[in-house]
């Protein structure tokens, strides 16, 4: 079946670094590729939506300096939290879009949980 | 503007007996809906969907069914096992929001054994 790798699964950094994370489609190719948060008890909140090959979309709110993201091939996004600050700390999760699987093809990453001090 | 809701935060049933999970949705340009399982710190799992043409999808013990005129799906599992433990989220997603998918805020389901 359809796997997505993020990497990695958990990080602390220290404020004003930045931090790099990976997501990969490890059989299929995926052209969309999406980035999510979660906070504590909430729901997972979408940040950007990753095409390869162009800028990504960011939704209303999510600072596209902060959080950059580059989808430079089929196989692989990374979301970069620049300049980390606390309120950075949080669940973020990808999500891969697998076409040949229909409705359920949006593949989901383990997520990285992210602890800025 | 929440616009897939699960009202209910929490659910406890016991083992063997019936889940029921329900989700609410106000947007009509929605045309699938799908439903999640997710443990703590990891990422969601696919259970199952539903197109809006249908209104009722199977799938061994899940089952998902879609009111279309009271914009309202609910999820079944039955019978109800411990490891169903987990939280659930209900997603909707449309041609109109092109591949995005919207979800709802998760529904904690604690199966009793």
């Known amino acids: 079946g359809a796997v997505v790798s993020q990497h990695p699964s958990w990080v602390i950094c220290k404020s004003g670094t930045s931090v790099k994370i990976e997501c990969r489609s490890l059989?299929?190719?995926?052209?969309?590729m999406f980035w999510y948060r979660q906070f504590p008890k909430q729901s997972l909140m979408l940040m950007a939506t990753?095409?390869?090959?162009?800028?990504?979309?960011?939704e209303q709110g999510v600072e596209k300096d902060k959080f950059l993201i580059n989808h430079a091939s089929l196989t692989l996004s990374t979301l970069t939290v620049t300049s980390a600050h606390p309120e950075d700390s949080s669940f973020y999760i990808c999500?891969?879009?697998?076409?040949?699987?229909?409705?359920?093809?949006?593949?989901f990453g383990s997520g990285t949980r992210l602890t800025v001090v | 503007d929440q616009q897939v809701k699960q009202n209910s935060p929490s659910l406890s049933v016991q083992e063997g007996r019936i889940s029921i999970l329900n989700c609410d949705y106000t947007?009509?340009?929605?045309?699938?809906f799908l439903w999640y399982k997710k443990y703590p710190a990891e990422g969601p799992t696919f259970l199952i969907s539903?197109?809006?043409?249908?209104d009722k999808n199977e799938d061994g013990r899940f089952t998902v069914f879609l009111n279309k005129s009271a914009k309202h799906l609910s999820l079944h599992i039955v019978p109800s096992q411990p490891g169903d433990s987990a939280v659930y989220f209900c997603?909707?997603?449309?041609?109109?929001?092109?591949?995005?998918?919207?979800f709802g805020a998760g529904t904690i389901l604690r199966v009793k054994s």
């Open positions: 997603a909707a997603g449309g041609q109109y929001y092109g591949n995005k998918l919207v």
């Open positions: 999500s891969a879009v697998n076409r040949d699987r229909g409705r359920g093809g949006y593949t």
């Open positions: 539903i197109s809006s043409i249908k």
């Open positions: 990753s095409n390869e090959g162009s800028k990504a979309t960011y």
């Open positions: 059989d299929f190719q995926a052209t969309t």
């Open positions: 947007n009509s340009m929605f045309d699938y």
